[in-house]
């Protein structure tokens, strides 16, 4: 299908190529990139060189939103459903300092606008209205993209921008790009430059590779560049057999992207005090740090022990860490969402079993409803009487 054809079953693109406008209105970025690589489109970002305030009132009217969210850098946002459009006023950037964000001010030509982006794949730029389809791509980046090349629009590229490394790593393992020489050379400068990267621009970074398919490749890189390393020494380590396990057993979800920092790292003290994460997830690393060696060849139900507390996510990343096998860890999964005990903790109590040794007695009777014992109320009841008088059992 080509380019028009496609803007036509796009309900988005087609719409906004029916505004009767009388400048250019174009689809840039990812999207375009995308397009002509014949994916779907995800990401919708559209620019105009002139602020045409009629053409935002049509698409509140068209697509029937409450609003258009501005901010304050010429751009808005406007939500349809699960698909987000950017709307930004043509611009160009200047860096204060490397590695801060940029600056950005109005232009009024396209080109430029072109000419401040990352690589030559996402510097090509698509007219929406009046001339639907055509392609405006001053960098060759057509070129780039057929041929499987990530190149950067100029020399110093990462130093103005070090995030742009993950950038590089995450294209170059997404569409099994190479990396031109001169993207090659970049790698150095982002390096030089890292350590002056906010965490938050880190942590967004790593979140997105943590959902790619390929995350497994990008992680690895990321390793082996050491690019963590030139931000905050303390990630000097690269576990391979921890990246293969944890890719294999983590769902590909954004939340999951901080247990991949321990393939690099151990220190938690570090990690807690570098700002990349939160109270919750310094928890969760820590809890699974502090476990003792877990025994390979163990029941899936018998991980209770360790894991009643832990969320799926972390038993899952906690097995990777112990080298268990994904088979046990996802079959204790399987059971453990099944038991349910059919007595309160209040009649525990009642039974004179302590508050102090709750966790425990529920521990010892869920592990034995998982293996398909005790089904009825009486059988629970008779095995509680027998824990009360024995002493301890957890590990
Ligand atoms: N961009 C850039 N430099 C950056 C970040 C973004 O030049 N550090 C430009 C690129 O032209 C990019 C566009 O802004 O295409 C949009 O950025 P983003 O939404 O982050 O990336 P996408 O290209 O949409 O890629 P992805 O498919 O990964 O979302």
């Given at each position: 299908m080509n380019i028009r054809e496609y803007i036509k079953t796009n309900r988005i693109l087609y719409t906004i190529s029916q505004f009767n406008s009388h400048s250019n209105i174009y689809l840039v970025g990812g999207g375009v990139r995308d397009l002509l690589l014949h994916r779907s489109v995800l990401d919708i970002d559209i620019v105009f060189e002139?602020?045409?305030?009629?053409?935002?009132?049509?698409?509140?009217?068209?697509?029937?939103?409450?609003?258009?969210?501005?901010?304050?850098?010429?751009?808005?946002?406007?939500?349809?459903?699960d698909i987000e459009i950017d709307l930004a006023h043509t611009r160009g950037e200047y860096y204060r300092e490397p590695?801060?964000?940029?600056?950005?001010?109005?232009?009024?030509?396209?080109?430029?606008?072109?000419?401040?982006?990352?690589?030559?794949?996402?510097?090509?730029?698509?007219?929406?209205?009046?001339?639907?389809?055509?392609?405006?791509?001053?960098?060759?980046?057509?070129?780039?993209?057929?041929?499987?090349?990530?190149?950067?629009?100029?020399?110093?590229?990462?130093?103005?921008?070090?995030?742009?490394?993950?950038?590089?790593?995450?294209?170059?393992?997404?569409?099994?790009?190479?990396?031109?020489?001169?993207?090659?050379?970049?790698?150095?400068?982002?390096?030089?430059?890292?350590?002056?990267?906010?965490?938050?621009?880190?942590?967004?970074?790593?979140?997105?590779?943590?959902?790619?398919?390929?995350?497994?490749?990008?992680?690895?890189?990321?390793?082996?560049?050491?690019?963590?390393?030139?931000?905050?020494?303390?990630?000097?380590t690269f576990r391979e057999d921890m990246l293969v396990s944890l890719h294999e057993y983590l769902d590909f979800e954004k939340d999951t992207w901080f247990y991949f920092l321990l393939v690099y790292t151990r220190d938690i003290e570090a990690l807690g005090g570098c700002g990349l994460l939160e109270r919750k997830e310094r928890r969760s690393l820590e809890r699974i740090l502090a476990l003792d060696r877990i025994e390979k060849e163990i029941m899936p139900e018998e991980l209770h022990r360790w894991f009643r507390k832990f969320s799926d996510d972390e038993v899952l990343a906690a097995g990777a860490l112990q080298g268990l096998k994904k088979e046990i860890l996802r079959k204790y999964l399987l059971r453990r969402k099944d038991v349910r005990v059919l007595h309160d903790a209040e009649e525990i109590k009642e039974m004179g079993i302590p508050a102090s040794r709750l966790n425990e007695i529920l521990t010892i009777l869920e592990i034995e409803k998982m293996k398909g014992k005790l089904r009825s109320k009486r059988e629970e009841e008779q095995f509680l009487r027998v824990l009360k008088s024995r002493h301890t059992f957890l590990p």
């Open positions: 002139t602020l045409d305030y009629k053409f935002l009132d049509y698409l509140t009217d068209v697509f029937k939103v409450e609003s258009i969210i501005k901010s304050p850098f010429l751009t808005w946002k406007i939500s349809i459903g590695g801060a964000l940029p600056e950005t001010y109005p232009v009024h030509s396209i080109y430029q606008d072109l000419k401040r982006r990352d690589f030559t794949i996402n510097s090509i730029a698509c007219i929406l209205t009046p001339n639907t389809g055509d392609i405006i791509d001053p960098m060759d980046g057509y070129h780039d993209l057929r041929e499987g090349i990530l190149r950067v629009l100029k020399a110093g590229s990462f130093l103005e921008d070090p995030t742009r490394a993950f950038r590089a790593i995450r294209y170059k393992n997404r569409f099994g790009f190479i990396y031109h020489p001169l993207t090659e050379e970049e790698f150095e400068h982002a390096k030089k430059l890292m350590s002056r990267i906010s965490a938050s621009r880190v942590r967004n970074e790593l979140e997105r590779i943590s959902v790619e398919e390929n995350r497994k490749e990008m992680f690895r890189e990321i390793g082996l560049k050491k690019l963590l390393f030139h931000w905050r020494d303390f990630f000097n």
